[in-house]
């Protein structure tokens, strides 16, 4: 008899169009690891019960999505530096000794497929960050570690972008700053980390702020291109990226911290890249 494979999932609310289980499906497959993954609709009050029922029902992982990162991380029993300075958790793995790690891939995933996918040489250039949400917070310390020579933290309440530049700043030159103070500064690279294309807003940026190489990133991803990927290619931006291939290399990472096996992500990137074309018309 075949042994019932390991059991994955990811808790979020909403669930329903999570990619998640359709990449760890696809990573699964691709490495031959006998692993189910499923999707689990989990509110902010059922969470901590919902984790423990999942693992002591035989779970091995878990990803955590919004709105729940925050508490997995106040959840897990011992978390990785950059997962304790992120203050947010999107993977949950069992330890041996029946304890809760905590990670957040979230940021190592985002920085693979700026370097590895696009090579882009984050040494040495100029970074701004737009946003000090959690989002913000997750992704900051793994850039720091690619040494920038400078990394902004635009927002349009200032104070948030300033109390992260403290956070980090052990890590990196980092710094804060309003949006008014953005006209006449150049960067390589223009992440944002703002809930903004959620709703088809704009952060409010002036034009010519990217230098002549110069790239843009949303950490969020649809069917269509947001409202600042958009804003990325009128600025002429060399790549104007959406969150797709930072979401297969988040799971990629989460899957390896599982598994021990790291999955090609670069198909897995194209074949969803490719169904959200056909499904855009
Ligand atoms: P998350 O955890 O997803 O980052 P969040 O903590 O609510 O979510 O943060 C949302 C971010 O988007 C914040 O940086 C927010 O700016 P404020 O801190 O000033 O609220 C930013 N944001 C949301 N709507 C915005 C808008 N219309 N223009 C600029 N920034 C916006």
Request: a negative charge; glycine letters at 10%.
């Amino acid at each position: 008899m075949t042994a019932a494979p390991d059991r994955y999932a990811v808790f979020g609310q909403p669930i329903a169009h999570s990619k998640s289980p359709r990449i760890h499906g696809l990573f699964a497959e691709q490495t031959a690891q006998a692993i189910s993954y499923t999707g689990q609709e989990v509110a902010p009050e059922q969470f901590a019960d919902a984790v423990h029922a999942f693992f002591a029902d035989g779970g091995k992982g878990l990803n955590c999505t919004v709105p729940l990162k925050e508490l997995a991380w106040q959840l897990a029993d011992r978390k990785t530096p950059r997962a304790e300075l992120s203050r947010a958790v999107n993977t949950l793995a069992l330890e041996k000794d029946g304890s809760i790690l905590g990670e957040n891939t979230d940021g190592i995933g985002l920085v693979a497929d700026l370097t590895r996918n696009h090579e882009i040489d984050l040494v040495g250039s100029r970074i701004l960050v737009i946003g000090a949400g959690g989002a913000s917070r997750g992704i900051i310390g793994p850039l720091l570690e690619q040494s920038p020579e400078s990394l902004v933290i635009v927002n349009r309440t200032v104070f948030r972008a300033r109390q992260i530049a403290d956070e980090f700043r052990r890590l990196g030159p980092v710094s804060s700053c309003g949006f008014e103070d953005l006209r006449g500064q150049h960067y390589d690279l223009i992440i944002n980390a703002t809930s903004t294309s959620l709703s088809n807003q704009l952060p409010p940026l002036p034009d010519g702020l990217l230098t002549d190489t110069g790239s843009c990133y949303d950490l969020a991803y649809g069917n269509a291109p947001t409202t600042f990927v958009l804003w990325g290619r009128e600025q002429h931006a060399r790549y104007s990226l959406d969150g797709l291939g930072m979401l297969v290399e988040q799971a990629a990472e989460a899957f390896y911290l599982w598994r021990g096996v790291r999955p090609e992500t670069r198909p897995v990137i194209d074949l969803l890249d490719a169904e959200r074309k056909n499904s855009a018309g």
